[in-house]
C-alpha cells in the first residue's frame, strides 16, 4: 500500500492502492466502501470520481489488465463490479493532473484523494478451480490454471493450444501463446516446429539457422558444408574465398584462397583480379606470365600472351629474350635489328645493328659477318683484292696458260695479249700438238701421284686404326673419369627438382614430358667409392659439396646407378598393371613382396619391396599409395608381414592431383575386407603431422594387432620438406619402432620411391652413425635401389637426406617426460618461499652449454633471402632483425602503401600457420599493422609491454569513449579488463568496404621496455590469457615486440612447450626453439631468455598444472 502523504497538502497528482492476495485466483466482483462525512456525501463521490481498477499478475500497473473505469456519472461511495479475471493483485488508481478538464462533479479544484474504508473481493478461495462452489478445475492447458470463474473458459492458453477451454493443438506451422506465432517453414525434412517453442527439434533444413531455424546461411562454408544451426558460423571454417565470422565477405580484390590469405599474382589480364577462390586468372594471363595463376613467367626462350612465341634466336649471347614483349634485352646478333631480333639487315649491309656497308665487289653479302661472294674479278673476305692471273666469281678460274705471262681480262678470263705461238689462234683452244718427249711426261708424273695417293692413304689409315686401339687402351685404363660425364643424359646436367611420377599415372592423362623427368631403362655405373663419413664431420663435408652450386651432390648422386637394373615382369603382367600407380614404376621380382593368403591364387602381386637397412637386413616395406582397388591388398599385406608401424609421407591430393587413396577409416569407424576388420582407435593432429591409432582383427588367424600410423603433412608435392621438421617427425616414429614388436616398418609416400627412399635412408643411416660413427650415404642409395629401382628422386632430395642426418646427429632431442623434467630442474635449483625459484649456478653452466649449442645449429641464410627488408629498412625498428621472406607476410596491395611489413608466420606445436611475429608500428606505419591484423585474420593480438608506452599508441590504440581513424580503418573501444598481470581491451576494427573485425588485445603493462626479461608469471599469464582467449576466438595469434624477436621468443617457445605438455606429458624446449629458429634465427639469442623458458616451464608444472605434482 502507499503510504505517502496524500490529499489537499500533498504534491502528487497520482494515486494509488494495491493488495496481494497471496496468490493467483480467480475473481468474479470488487467491492469498495468509500469514506462518506455527513452532508458531503456529493464531495466526496467527486473526489472519487474517475477511478480505475486492474487485476495483476505482477503488481505493475502498466501490465495489469483493465477490470473497471469510471465514467462521468459520479460513483456511489458503496461501489461494487463485476471483475470476471484471474490473478493476484488488486490496484485501485486515480489521478486529478494539470491542464485537464473533468466532468462535472469532479472535484478537481485540489490534489487527488483516496479515503477507501474497506475493499472486498469475491471469487474462488483456490487457485485453479471456477463454478458457483468453486469446485470445477478449470481446463489443464489454461495459462496459469486461470479461467472464467463462471464457465471456465481460459483466458489465455498454454502455449501449443487454443479454443476457448485450450483443448485444441495449434495446427501445422503454427505455435506458441494462443496459436498465434508462425513457424519458420525450415525444419529438417520439412517437419513442423514445436507447437509449444517454434524451434525445430530435429534441426534445420540445410542453409538455415538460429533458435527457430529462421535466418539464412549467409556464409560460404568450406566443403560446401551448412552453417551451424545456433549461430550461422561455419564450424569447419570459410571455403576458399570467403572471410569473416559467418564466411560472409568475399576476399578483397588482389586476395584469395582460404582466410584470403594469399596474394594474386597481380599478372591477370588487364589487370583484372584473380579467382578469389582459386587465385586463378579466370581471363587469362598478361603477356609473359603462364599457368592458371599467372605467378609463373614463361619459360625460357619463349615471351607473350600465352607463353606462345618464342625468342628470337638470334639474341646476343644467346641469351633468352624478355618474358614478356620479347625483347633480346642484350641486343641482336650480328646481322640481326629490331627489339626482338627478328629482322636481317637489308641487302647491302652487315653487322651489329646492320651498321657496316657491304663492299661494292660483292655479289652477295653474308648479312652478319659481311662474308661476300665476290663478283667476277675479285677476290678476298670482303672482295676488295683483284683477281691475279684467274679470273670469274672469287676468282675461281685461272687464266689460259697459253696466254702471255698466264695473264687474262679478270672479268671474263679473255686473254690481254697475243697468244706466244700464233697471233691468229685463239688462246683459249689447247695445242695438241707435243713433242716426243714432252708426251712421255704424262703417264709418269700421274702415276707418280697416284702412287703418292695411295701411301698417304695407307698411312692415314694406320694413323686411326692405332688411334683407336690406343684410346681403347686408355678406356680400360680409366674407366671412372669417362663414366662421370659419359652416362649422363643431358637433361640431368640441369637443376633437377623433386618429381613423384605425377604424369605417369596410370587413370591419369600425361603430361608434357618436360614436367618429369626421363628415366633411363638403364643407366649402370661403375662401383662405389668408398666414402666413409664419420658423423662428426658431416657439417663440413655438406659445405663442401654445396660448393659451385650443390656440385658434390648433383656429381655423386649422378653417379648411383638408377633405372630399370632388375627384371620386374610380374609387375608388367596385363594383369597386375592396373595395381600400379605409375606406368613408369615397377617392383623387382626379386624382392617384391608376394601375397600369400586365400584369394591370392598364386600370384599375390603388390606394388611393394622388401628394403634392407645398412647391415643388410630386411627392416623396411617400400611401397606406393595404395589405390582405391589396392586397399584390400595393402591391409592384407600389412597383416602378413606383421607390420606395426606405417610411415605415410604424402597427402591424399597435392594440389589438383590424386595422390594416394585414404585407405583407414575415420575416427570410432571401421574398414571390413575378407577376413581383415580394421577400426580406428583415436587420432592425435599435430602441426604438420598426425597419429593415428588402428586395431586389426584378422576373422582367420583370430587375432589382433594394434597398428599405429605416422602420417607426415607437411612435405610438399615437388618439393623438400625442412630437414629438422622431418628429423622430428622420425624421432616420434624412432620411439614407436623401438616399443613395438613388429618385423617391418612399412613406409609409403605417392610412388613410393622418392620420398620414401629419402625417409628410409634418414632411418637407416642414423641408426648405422650411431652405432658406428660413420656412414656411407651412396652406397646405402644403391643398397636400396638394388631392391627397388629409383630410391631417392633427385639431387635435391638426395642433399636433404645430407641436412637431414646433420640435423640428426648434431641436435639430437632433450624430450622429458614433465615429471622428469620438474624433477631435473628442483634439483639444479634452490626453491624457496613456497615454491619460488631460484637458479643457481651450476644449473647456469649446464644451460650456458646448451645454449651455446642452440645457437650454434641455426640456420644460415643468404643476403638474397632478406631482400625485401634490406630494400625497406626505414620500415624496419632495427637493420638487425629483418624477415626471410620465405615466412614473411605479405600485405594485400593498397594503394600509396607498399605490402611489406616485418612480420613472419610460425606454427605452434598443435597448428600450422596459426601464429606471427612482428615488430610494434613505426609511427607513419601504423596502417600498415591494422592492414597486417585485416590480411592474416589476426583477432588476438599481444604487445609484450604496457601499449602506452609505445610512440605510436596515441595515433590508433583508442582508450574508453573513444574512436580512432588511420587511414582506411576505423578502430572502437568496446571495452577492457585488467588483472595483475594482463590488460585486456576489446576493440572493433572497421574497413571501407569490410565487415566490422572484433579484435582482443592483451599486453604486459608492468613488462616495461627497461626490462631484458620479465618475470616468469607475466609471461606465463599472458600465455594463459592467450589461450584462454583463443578457444572461443578464429583467427590467428599475433605477438609484437620492439623488434619482432626479443621478448617474442620465449613467448613462442613457452607456449608451443605449453601445447606438447598438454599433449604428450612432455616438453623439449632445446628442439621447440630450434625449430622457431628456422623462420626468426633472432629469436631466443641470450641466454637470459632461453634461461626464462625453462623458469616458466618449470612455474607452470609447480604451481599451474596437474602433471606438476604427480
Given amino acids: 500500500m502507499r503510504t505517502e502523504h496524500i490529499g489537499l497538502n500533498s504534491p502528487y497528482k497520482t494515486v494509488w492502492w494495491k493488495v496481494d492476495l497471496g496468490g493467483v485466483y480467480n475473481i468474479y466482483s470488487v467491492s469498495i466502501l468509500f469514506k462518506n462525512y455527513v452532508s458531503y456525501e456529493r464531495r466526496q463521490q467527486g473526489r472519487f470520481a474517475g477511478f480505475s481498477l486492474y487485476i495483476s499478475n505482477t503488481g505493475d500497473k502498466e501490465s495489469s489488465s483493465l477490470c473497471y473505469k469510471d465514467g462521468p456519472a459520479l460513483p456511489l461511495l458503496n461501489f461494487s463490479t463485476e471483475c470476471i479475471f484471474s490473478g493476484r493483485y488488486i490496484i485501485f488508481y486515480n489521478e486529478r493532473l494539470d491542464g485537464v478538464t473533468y466532468p462535472e462533479g469532479y472535484e478537481s479544484a485540489a490534489n487527488v484523494f483516496m479515503e477507501l474504508c474497506e475493499v472486498t473481493v469475491c471469487g474462488c478461495s483456490k487457485p485453479g478451480v471456477y463454478g458457483i462452489n468453486c469446485k470445477i478445475p478449470c481446463p489443464n492447458n489454461c495459462r496459469y490454471r486461470t479461467c472464467h470463474i463462471m464457465n471456465g473458459s481460459c483466458f489465455e492458453c498454454e502455449a501449443g493450444y487454443k479454443g476457448p477451454t485450450c483443448a485444441s493443438e495449434c495446427p501445422d506451422e503454427w505455435y506458441g501463446l494462443d496459436c498465434k506465432q508462425k513457424c519458420s517453414g525450415h525444419c529438417r525434412d520439412n517437419d513442423p516446429c514445436n507447437k509449444v517453442t517454434g524451434r525445430c527439434d530435429k534441426g534445420c533444413t540445410y542453409g538455415w539457422y538460429g533458435l527457430h531455424c529462421e535466418h539464412r546461411c549467409v556464409g560460404h562454408c568450406m566443403n560446401n558444408a551448412s552453417c551451424n544451426q545456433t549461430n550461422g558460423t561455419c564450424d569447419g571454417g570459410c571455403a576458399a574465398g570467403w572471410i569473416g565470422s559467418l564466411c560472409e565477405k568475399e576476399c578483397s580484390d588482389g586476395a584469395y584462397g582460404y582466410g584470403c590469405v594469399n596474394n594474386c599474382s597481380g599478372h591477370c589480364m588487364n589487370d583484372s583480379p ?285 653417379d648411383i646407378p638408377r633405372g630399370e637394373l632388375c627384371p620386374c615382369l610380374e609387375g608388367k603382367k596385363p594383369e597386375n598393371k592396373v595395381k600400379n600407380r605409375y606406368v613408369t614404376i615397377f617392383s623387382y621380382d626379386h624382392s617384391r613382396v608376394v601375397l600369400n593368403s586365400p584369394g591370392y591364387d598364386g600370384n599375390g602381386y603388390i606394388h611393394a619391396n622388401y628394403i634392407e637397412d645398412a647391415k643388410g637386413v630386411r627392416s623396411y616395406i617400400a611401397t606406393q599409395g595404395p589405390k582405391p582397388k589396392t586397399i584390400a591388398d595393402f591391409w592384407t599385406m600389412v597383416s602378413q608381414e606383421e607390420v606395426t608401424v606405417i610411415v605415410c609421407l604424402t597427402n591424399l591430393k597435392e594440389g589438383a592431383k590424386n595422390k594416394c587413396a585414404q585407405y583407414w577409416p575415420n575416427v570410432n569407424d571401421k574398414l571390413q575386407g575378407g577376413n581383415i576388420t580394421i577400426r580406428n582407435l583415436g587420432e592425435k593432429t599435430y602441426a604438420e603431422h598426425i597419429i593415428r591409432q588402428f586395431k586389426i582383427h584378422n576373422k582367420a588367424k583370430g587375432e589382433d594387432r594394434l597398428v599405429t600410423m605416422y602420417h607426415y603433412t607437411a612435405w610438399a608435392d615437388h618439393g623438400v620438406a625442412d630437414p629438422l621438421s622431418l628429423v622430428v617427425f622420425h624421432r616420434q616414429v624412432m620411439k614407436a619402432t623401438a616399443q613395438s614388436n613388429g618385423k617391418y616398418t612399412l613406409v609409403h609416400c605417392s610412388a613410393g620411391v622418392g620420398r620414401t627412399g629419402t625417409y628410409i635412408a634418414l632411418d637407416a643411416l642414423y641408426r648405422e652413425g650411431q652405432k658406428s660413427g660413420k656412414i656411407n650415404v651412396p652406397m646405402y642409395v644403391r643398397t636400396m635401389r638394388k631392391d627397388r629401382m629409383n630410391m631417392i628422386q633427385g639431387d635435391e632430395q638426395y642433399k636433404l637426406l645430407y641436412l637431414a642426418l646433420m640435423e640428426a646427429f648434431n641436435g639430437p632431442s632433450r624430450c622429458l617426460a614433465t615429471e622428469k623434467f620438474l624433477r631435473k630442474y628442483q634439483e639444479e635449483n634452490c626453491y624457496t618461499n613456497c615454491g619460488n625459484v631460484r637458479p643457481n649456478t651450476t644449473q647456469k653452466f649446464a644451460l650456458s652449454t646448451e645454449f651455446e649449442e642452440l645457437l650454434a645449429l641455426r640456420k644460415v641464410y643468404s643476403n638474397k633471402d632478406y631482400e625485401l627488408g634490406q630494400t625497406h629498412l626505414s620500415s624496419n625498428y632495427t637493420q638487425n632483425v629483418l624477415p626471410v621472406e620465405q615466412y614473411m607476410c605479405h600485405l594485400s596491395y593498397a594503394k600509396g602503401r607498399n605490402t611489406y611489413y616485418n612480420a613472419v608466420l610460425l606454427q605452434s606445436f598443435l597448428e600450422k600457420d596459426c601464429m606471427i611475429s612482428g615488430q610494434y608500428p613505426l609511427p607513419d606505419y601504423t596502417e600498415d599493422l591494422l592492414r597486417l591484423i585485416r590480411d592474416f585474420d589476426a583477432r588476438i593480438v599481444v604487445f609484450l609491454c604496457p601499449v602506452k608506452d609505445l610512440a605510436c599508441s596515441s595515433t590508433w590504440f583508442p582508450t574508453k569513449t573513444q574512436v580512432k581513424f588511420v587511414g582506411n580503418f576505423t578502430i572502437k573501444h568496446v571495452n577492457e579488463a585488467k588483472g595483475s598481470h594482463v590488460k585486456m581491451t576489446k576493440l572493433i576494427l572497421q574497413a571501407k568496404e569490410n565487415n566490422d573485425m572484433r579484435i582482443t588485445v592483451l599486453e604486459c603493462p608492468t613488462w616495461k621496455e627497461r626490462q631484458s626479461t620479465a618475470d616468469k608469471r607475466v609471461l606465463l599469464d599472458v600465455i594463459k590469457e592467450v589461450k584462454t582467449e583463443k578457444i572461443n576466438t578464429e583467427g590467428r595469434i599475433l605477438v609484437l615486440s620492439s623488434d619482432g624477436a626479443t621478448r617474442c621468443g620465449p613467448f613462442f617457445v613457452v607456449y608451443n612447450a605449453l601445447e606438447q605438455i598438454t599433449v604428450d606429458r612432455e616438453v623439449d624446449i632445446f628442439t621447440i626453439a630450434r625449430q622457431l629458429q628456422v623462420r626468426r634465427t633472432e629469436f631466443v639469442s641470450i641466454l637470459d631468455e632461453y634461461q626464462l623458458c625453462y623458469d616458466v616451464i618449470a612455474e607452470y608444472l609447480h604451481n599451474d598444472c596437474v602433471y606438476g605434482n604427480v
Fill in 274 to 558: 584473380c579467382n578469389k577462390r582459386t587465385g586463378h586468372c579466370d581471363g587469362g594471363c598478361k603477356p609473359g606470365y603462364t599457368n592458371a595463376l599467372c605467378n609463373k613467367e614463361c619459360s625460357s626462350g619463349t615471351y607473350g600472351k600465352d607463353c606462345s612465341k618464342k625468342c628470337s634466336e638470334y639474341c646476343l649471347h644467346n641469351k633468352s629474350c624478355d618474358h614478356i614483349d620479347g625483347a633480346c634485352t642484350d641486343g641482336c646478333q650480328n646481322g640481326y635489328i629490331g627489339d626482338i631480333c627478328n629482322t636481317s639487315c637489308e641487302h647491302g649491309r652487315y653487322g651489329k645493328n646492320c651498321s657496316r656497308t657491304c663492299s661494292s665487289n660483292c655479289k652477295t653479302c653474308k648479312h652478319t659477318d659481311g662474308t661476300c661472294s665476290c663478283s667476277a674479278g675479285w677476290n678476298g673476305p670482303s672482295c676488295s683484292i683483284a683477281c691475279n692471273n684467274t679470273y670469274g666469281e672469287n676468282c675461281q678460274y685461272s687464266c689460259d696458260p697459253f696466254c702471255v705471262n698466264q695473264t687474262c681480262d679478270r672479268f671474263d678470263g679473255s686473254c690481254q695479249r697475243a697468244c706466244p705461238d700464233d697471233s691468229s689462234k685463239s688462246c683459249n683452244v689447247a695445242k695438241l700438238e707435243s713433242s716426243s718427249q714432252g708426251s712421255s711426261v704424262l703417264p709418269v708424273t700421274l702415276g707418280g701421284v697416284f702412287s703418292a695417293c695411295v701411301v698417304l692413304v695407307i698411312a692415314v689409315a694406320v694413323f686411326l686404326i692405332r688411334y683407336k686401339k690406343k684410346s681403347s687402351i686408355m678406356t680400360k685404363k680409366k674407366p671412372s673419369v669417362l663414366n662421370t660425364k659419359q652416362h649422363l643424359p643431358m637433361k640431368t646436367m640441369k637443376k633437377q627438382h623433386y618429381h613423384d611420377y605425377d604424369s605417369a599415372l596410370s587413370d591419369e592423362p600425361d603430361e608434357p614430358d618436360d614436367s618429369a623427368p626421363v628415366l633411363p631403362e638403364r643407366n649402370m655405373k661403375g662401383p662405389p667409392t668408398n666414402k666413409n663419413i664419420p658423423v662428426r664431420n658431416i657439417k663440413a663435408q655438406i659445405a663442401n659439396m654445396s660448393a659451385k652450386e650443390n656440385a658434390g651432390f648433383k656429381y655423386e648422386y649422378n
